[in-house]
């Protein structure tokens, strides 16, 4: 197969995906939408965030207490909530996630 | 702010997300070549599809010989995502010409959509977020042209980025923006709902199982505002 052919496909369908509604500029979406609209980044963020915790590798359940994602997620989404502070949850959670993992021997050093 | 320093600011405030986007880029470009991808193609790909989940579900049918129509149907599955990321920016990039809505649109992905939306619910009316967007969106493009390249050249040589757990980056900058939104019962449920479906419907292959939790989210959450609006309404009667 032709692997230009393919990334020409991709680069077609993935571009009209994305400007599919920016290709509409006079377009007011109804209500309904509109509400609809509003909980997009909460759905979609939650629906990345929450399996990354609680499956790190894509895969398997780590539901234990040496997942460094889940425990430092605990400790940002505790910072968000209190700070509701953008950088002091990443800087926070950060710190956190890769003091855990200095800790728990997880790094490659 | 000035273009400029909307520009610039979209630019930082990509910085974990560049860090979190790193390890892939590299895995991306170390990786396409066993696949049968040529280093111009490998790069072609990371330049004109500029979609990380794809490129690699794309790599490992390749690898696997799959046939172009059911790789082309994979891709538009994979990024259907991007649909909802679209309808969500509208509003905000409407009043754009097409030369400004056609390449922000092309640099559209998920790191770029939870920091740009972030800077768009901000309360001021700047009138140039759309730099900010631009910043946010060629920091994101630039970062993964040069792992690729980086990938492409070095690949075994470099050494193990994935262990490093870069990727938390982006997590947690995902929670730093979520978490303040769960003001009311209606975000809190859409979020609960969607963090569950997720986790249910995490063996689906194809990221079906986010769009199946996104869009569970989001009918749960209109459904609850509906609610509370007539309960609202009745006891206003």
């Given at each position: ?83 509701r502070h953008l950088l002091a949850t990443i800087g926070g959670g950060l710190l956190v ?13 | ?41 490998t790069i072609g790909m990371s330049l004109l599809v500029f979609a990380g989940s794809a ?183």
């Amino acid at each position: 197969m032709d692997n230009w052919l393919l990334i020409l496909g991709m680069l077609a369908i993935t571009f009209s995906i994305r400007y599919s509604l920016f290709a509409f500029p006079n377009l007011r979406f109804p209500p309904l939408a509109r509400q609809g609209l509003h909980f997009v980044p909460t759905a979609v963020l939650t629906a990345i965030v929450v399996p990354g915790m609680l499956l790190p590798d894509g895969q398997y359940w780590a539901l234990r207490l040496d997942n460094a994602y889940l425990l430092a997620g605990l400790a940002a989404i505790a910072i968000a909530a209190l700070s509701r502070h953008l950088l002091a949850t990443i800087g926070g959670g950060l710190l956190v996630f890769f003091l855990l993992r200095w800790a728990l021997g997880q790094l490659p050093l | 702010m000035t273009r400029s320093h909307e520009f610039t600011q979209g630019a930082r405030d990509m910085l974990p997300m560049l860090l979190g986007a790193m390890p892939f880029g590299i895995i991306f470009g170390s990786l396409a070549g066993a696949a049968g991808l040529s280093p111009w193609q490998t790069i072609g790909m990371s330049l004109l599809v500029f979609a990380g989940s794809a490129q690699f579900i794309a790599i490992s049918l390749l690898g696997a010989g799959t046939g172009l129509a059911v790789l082309l149907l994979t891709t538009l599955v994979v990024n259907l995502r991007h649909a909802l990321y679209s309808a969500s920016l509208q509003p905000f990039v409407r009043h754009l010409p097409k030369r400004w809505r056609v390449p922000l649109a092309f640099w559209l992905t998920d790191e770029a959509y939870a920091v740009v939306l972030h800077r768009y619910t901000d309360a001021d009316a700047a009138p140039h977020k759309h730099w900010y967007f631009l910043g946010a969106a060629l920091a994101m493009y630039l970062n993964w042209q040069l792992c690729t390249l980086v990938g492409v050249l070095f690949g075994q040589s470099v050494p193990n980025l994935a262990a490093w757990g870069l990727d938390f980056a982006m997590l947690a900058t995902f929670i730093g923006i979520v978490v303040p939104m769960l003001r009311n019962c209606p975000q809190v449920a859409a979020a609960l709902v969607a963090g569950a479906v997720a986790l249910a419907c995490h063996a689906l292959p194809y990221k079906l199982g986010l769009l199946a939790a996104a869009f569970s989210g989001i009918v749960v959450g209109v459904l609850l505002e509906r609610r509370s609006a007539e309960v609202v309404v009745e006891e206003l009667a």
